[in-house]
Nanobody, 116 residues
Framework: QVQLVESGGGLVQPGGSLRLSCAAS????????MSWYRQGPGKERELVAR????????DYADSVKGRFTISRDNAKNTVFLQMNSLKLEDTAVYYC?????????WGQGTQVTVSS
């Protein structure tokens, strides 16, 4: 079955960096658009970034443009989110997601906390 396992979250000071990873299995990773979403405290889940199946196209939320970079390694079935210049408002649970067939699958999430 589809499995998405995120890692790399943690506590970081404002202005710091983190790199999230999502290891995928159970589907043809190289054929799927991959996305990162996040859900902050008291907020709805929102799209942060997505990347096309071969990595040639990316899309970002306005709030993270210029600070976050999504990338993928199809040989390792892994998608990454490099987060730089982190702000307090980036605090959230970050989820990896893929649409496989007609269903959207989610990872369990990884907590990112930006705090001084």
């Amino acid at each position: 079955q589809v499995q998405l396992v995120e890692s790399g979250g943690g506590l970081v000071q404002p202005g710091g960096s983190l790199r999230l990873s999502c290891a995928a299995s159970g589907f043809t990773f190289s054929s799927c658009v991959m996305s990162w979403y996040r859900q902050g405290p008291g907020k709805e889940r929102e799209l942060v970034a997505r990347i096309t199946s071969r990595g040639g196209g990316t899309d970002y939320a306005d709030s993270v443009k210029g600070r976050f970079t999504i990338s993928r390694d199809n040989a390792k079935n892994t998608v990454f989110l490099q987060m730089n210049s982190l702000k307090l408002e980036d605090t959230a649970v970050y989820y990896c997601s893929a649409v496989v067939g007609i269903f959207r699958s989610w990872g369990q999430g990884t907590q990112v906390t930006v705090s001084s």
